[in-house]
């Protein structure tokens, strides 16, 4: 049993019915387009760290000064 409970042979049926359908150069056609947009998706994925990291080290210095201004206003209760 392969997947689901189809059998490789099942499998090979399948797809020499859908090679059948399409044809081979519209399978290629299909698979090329369907590359491109993947590596097109990573690509920009990627290009969306390098901003994404620099938000992070913005919001690690904002989290920094609030939690020393918590700091001062709690040491100035404390004092009075």
Known sequence: MGLG???IWQLLIILLIVIMIFGT???KNIGSDLGGAIKG???SMQDDEPAN???KALDSDSSENA???QRD???E???Q
């Open 5 to 7: 409970g189809i059998s």
């Open 73 to 75: 206003s709690n040491h």
């Open 67 to 69: 939690g020393s201004a």
């Open 41 to 43: 998706f990573k690509k």
């Open 77 to 79: 209760k404390n004092n």
């Open 53 to 55: 990291s620099g938000d």
């Open 25 to 27: 150069k519209r399978l």
